[in-house]
């Protein structure tokens, strides 16, 4: 906070609003600062709003609630990497953010834009000779099968006039499939925000106005059907008998396999929860240790919305 005169009005206002601050964060949360989940002092922020750019707020017909993430930015400070996520209330339509920075690869959870572009772009359904592809792109996050519909769906200029008319503010396709010393397809190295991911999940879960009703229940019974052992991430802690429709994605961003990329969306319904979760997290030593660093902060949200 700046230095302010000593002129004894202005001081009054200073204390107050250090007070206002403290309220709204809560006990134990940590102040602004460092947005990275690395070891160490720096800490996360975390945001509450009917607004995900409007920290410290409240919003939704609820009023505010007790914050989403929980202890979660204590278990981040010992954890490697960048983690950011947002989860959105159904009920409430309450926001809470963590983290922030930069925009994130998406790795398969651009699957889910692939998906919506395609259904946006064929009135409400996927070509009878795609809904193969689509199955497999979801279900079983093909690579293959992904790169096809990519170009289906106009590849990145088709997918960017999606997103833009989604609302989706800092998702940038990639402009490359093949890329130069990348091994992988680069529609994963597209990237995005938790926000963002949040914004483009409501246009299934929500108040979107893109897609038919069809073409929710279409792209949802996929996502409710993932292959069991790609049913972590979002899901994590949640019983059986819940709703959850996922979308997971996980890259190596370099040769030796040592910075990984593990991201994981969805929506979880059931036993008094409604919400959409976005997490991203980079700089992963491994694969698993990004699925297990989702699994936790997944686990804590679910809990903290009883």
Sequence with gaps: MRTLAA????????????????????????????LAATPGPSPLTTAASGNPDAPGGS????????????????YLRGRAGTVTAAVYDMRT????????G???????????????????????SVPAGDQRLAKAMIEDSDNDAATSLWDAAGGASGIGRYNSAAGLAHTKPSSCVECAGFAWPGWGLSTTTPADQITL???????????SSGARS????????????????????????????????????NAANTDW???SVGWISGDGRD???????TADPSEQYGITTINALSTRVWSALR
Excluded at 201 to 211: A, D, E, K, M, P
Excluded at 275 to 281: D, F, G, K, P
Aim: proline share 4%; with cysteine; aromatic share 4%.
């Design 93 to 100: 339509g309450q926001t809470w953010t963590l983290g922030g």
């Design 59 to 74: 919003g939704g017909a609820g009023g505010s609630q007790a914050d989403a993430f929980g202890t979660t930015g204590a």
């Design 275 to 281: 919400y959409l979760l976005a997490v991203l997290t």
């Design 218 to 253: 279409y792209a949802l019974s996929l996502l409710e059907n993932v292959t069991p052992d790609q049913r972590w991430g979002v899901s994590a802690g949640v019983p059986s008998g819940v709703t959850v429709a996922l979308k997971n994605g996980w890259l190596p961003l």
């Design 261 to 263: 990329q593990v991201n």
């Design 201 to 211: 999940l409501r246009q299934l879960v929500g108040s979107g106005t893109l897609l």
């Design 102 to 124: 930069r925009p994130q690869a998406e790795a398969s959870v651009v699957k889910l834009d692939i998906l919506e572009t395609l259904l946006a772009r064929g009135g409400g």
């Design 7 to 34: 002129v004894g009005g202005v001081c009054l206002l200073a204390v107050a609003l250090v007070v206002v601050a403290l309220t709204l964060r809560g006990p134990g949360k940590a102040g602004a600062g460092a």
